[in-house]
């Protein structure tokens, strides 16, 4: 009777066995079928045998591409297969060497317990690594567009700067997660992603400079604006309480200035427009001035500069530390002034335009200069005043 209660019990125990390490999916069970076929035709094999060798290397990664596809590497059928594949896999490769391999002894060091913790653990970084390496391609491809498209004038609408910062961060995580960063398709996608953390950082640079001329341009506008109603009304009030021969001199200049060529809608208010102010006295005017005009030339080398000058007084210079896009946790500094330089050209045979060119310098790197130069100059998005041609000195 205890003989068959041991039996069964063996029995038992050997089934519980087979069902734990029966295949948790097919494509387990298919990369198994590979290694019984693979390892068998290798037990005959030797460092002679090279081109036999060769042809089971070469068939190898297929049977790992099925183990990267199973949705069970934590099954212990999954982490069996995947010791028999590398177990196959170096022992193959010491046979090209000229090695002839042999199984570890029972003493062998490789065959201990912590050794195949060891290879375990490597094995789940070097999966691990491979998909956050797929993840991080993933996401550089999905994103090309908005990188591709960052400009100045982009980077005014928060969103956008926003959902850079964001996705610039989201990559910054992954890059942290890997476990060997050197290898050399990693290291690759690690470079890719700090160049466009550096070309992300530099438009944001760009954007500050193009959105404080903006603003400048913007509160000039209005001044000006403010300037012209009061101008108006001072000249409606002018002409309620002038005598009857003022208004008939007034009537008379207008037609000297439609008779001298001055026909188009607005004359009067082209005829009002005085030059802008050249207030700047600082040393490095006439430098800046020649940086102005060589930049215009080399972009409109057709509109020649008739006159120019700086009205701000001083430098606006901004310095602010910001958040590093890729690292959350540090910061970086800001720090460049700017100035705009006015610049008058010839737009037809009544009419001159005045355009602005922004200067800026930058404190980061050794006072370096930049300079922007609008390209269309037909484009409602700049700032540019009109006035009479005979009015420029």
């Not at 690594?129 to 928060?158: A, C, I, S």
């Not at 309480?241 to 008379?252: V, Y």
């Not at 057709?302 to 430098?315: F, P, V």
Request: proline share 5%.
């Amino acid at each position: 009777m205890l003989i068959r209660f041991c039996v069964v019990l063996l029995l038992s125990v050997c089934s519980m066995a087979q069902a734990w390490e029966s295949p948790a999916d097919n494509l387990i069970k298919a990369a198994q079928e590979d290694l019984n076929n693979y390892e068998k035709q290798a037990e005959s094999l030797t460092p002679s045998k090279k081109p036999a060798i060769t042809r089971i290397l070469r068939m190898l990664p297929a049977t790992e591409g099925r183990l990267k596809e199973s949705e069970n590497p934590e099954h212990p059928s999954w982490k069996e297969t995947r010791k028999r594949l590398n177990d196959l896999n170096q022992r193959l490769n010491d046979l090209l060497a000229g090695k002839q391999a042999d199984k570890p002894a029972a003493s062998d060091p490789a065959a201990s317990p912590d050794s195949e913790k060891d290879r375990f653990a490597l094995d789940a970084q070097r999966d691990e690594d491979e998909r956050n390496l797929r993840w991080l391609e993933k996401l550089l491809t999905n994103t090309r567009g908005t990188f591709d498209n960052l400009d100045p004038m982009t980077l005014q609408n928060p969103s956008e700067r926003e959902y850079a910062s964001k996705k610039l961060n989201e990559m910054s995580q992954v890059v942290k997660k890997f476990h060997n960063p050197e290898k050399p398709a990693i290291k690759a996608v690690i470079a890719r992603v700090e160049a466009l953390h550096a070309s992300t950082q530099k438009a944001f640079v760009d954007a500050e400079l193009k959105g404080k001329e903006l603003e400048i341009a913007k509160k000039e506008a209005e001044i000006k604006k403010v300037a012209a109603e009061k101008q108006r009304q001072a000249e409606e009030k002018a002409a309620k309480a002038s005598a009857p021969q003022d208004a008939d001199k007034k009537m008379q200049a207008v037609q000297k200035l439609k008779e001298a060529g001055s026909a188009m809608p607005g004359d009067s208010q082209l005829a009002a427009e005085p030059m802008p102010e050249d207030a700047y006295q600082g040393s490095d005017k006439a430098e800046l001035l020649e940086l102005a005009q060589s930049k215009w030339n080399a972009q409109h080398a057709d509109k020649k500069i008739l006159a120019k000058g700086i009205a701000m007084r001083k430098w606006d210079r901004k310095t602010v530390w910001r958040e590093d896009s890729l690292d959350p946790t540090k910061k970086y500094k800001v720090d460049f002034s700017s100035i705009q330089v006015w610049v008058i050209t010839k737009t037809d045979e009544k009419v001159a335009t005045q355009y602005t060119v922004e200067i800026s310098k930058d404190h980061m790197k050794n006072d370096a200069f930049k300079v922007y130069v609008p390209e269309d100059l037909n484009s409602s998005g700049i700032f540019k005043t009109h006035m009479l041609l005979q009015n420029v000195k």
